[in-house]
């Protein structure tokens, strides 16, 4: 028993586990805030309410296609391609408005779309051509309307097509039916 007192190194044994012991639980403490603000950064992706899909037929030569899509995810969107019935649409074609307002009134038929034309939904929206990709930012809801979508006709009206939104992330794909116009 009295070498044990007067032995310097049993508690040195006794300090060196216990420091190893700490380090120990504080790397693992600094691994798992590591993993958890990863992974909490990484959970505002992108989302998106694709909504109010039509597309018309004039009965003649005229087709057109409108959606409303809202980004309710945490982080701003780019939309790359849009295609109707596997037909990727011409950006010369495509006519948007960007808006932060709620949009509730269904989307009409317009038969004369142009850049900088203005469409009542409710109240007046300005629409703009395009010529790139577009951007929209979270929690904005955008108005798309195509004028002459590949590959629609006068015998296509009834039947159901499918729309797809191309962003940088992900595609979004809706089905409607073509309708006819008034």
């Not at 007067?6 to 691994?31: D, E, P, Y």
């Not at 010369?92 to 850049?115: F, G, K, M, Q, R």
């Not at 007046?124 to 979270?138: A, E, H, L, R």
């Amino acid at each position: 028993m009295r070498d044990l007192q007067r032995n310097r190194l049993a508690l040195s044994t006794v300090v060196t586990t216990l420091i190893i012991l700490v380090v120990s639980v504080l790397l693992a403490g600094v691994v798992s805030y590591f993993a958890i603000n990863v992974t909490s950064t990484r959970v505002q992706e992108e989302s998106v309410h694709l909504t109010k899909q039509h597309v018309w037929h004039d009965g003649d030569s005229s087709s057109q296609a409108a959606f409303l899509m809202i980004n309710t995810g945490g982080r701003d969107l780019v939309i790359d391609k849009i295609s109707v019935r596997g037909q990727e649409s011409e950006w010369t074609n495509v006519y948007y408005n960007i808006t932060s307002t709620s949009i509730a009134a269904d989307l009409p038929y317009n038969a004369t779309l142009s850049d900088g034309g203005t469409i009542t939904i409710g109240t007046g929206f300005i629409f703009s051509n395009t010529t790139t990709d577009i951007t929209v930012k979270s929690g904005f809801s955008i108005i798309v309307y195509i004028t002459s979508p590949d590959s629609i006709s006068v015998n296509d009206i009834g039947l159901t097509v499918g729309m797809t939104v191309h962003t940088s992330q992900a595609m979004y794909y809706k089905e409607c039916n073509v309708e006819a116009t008034e």
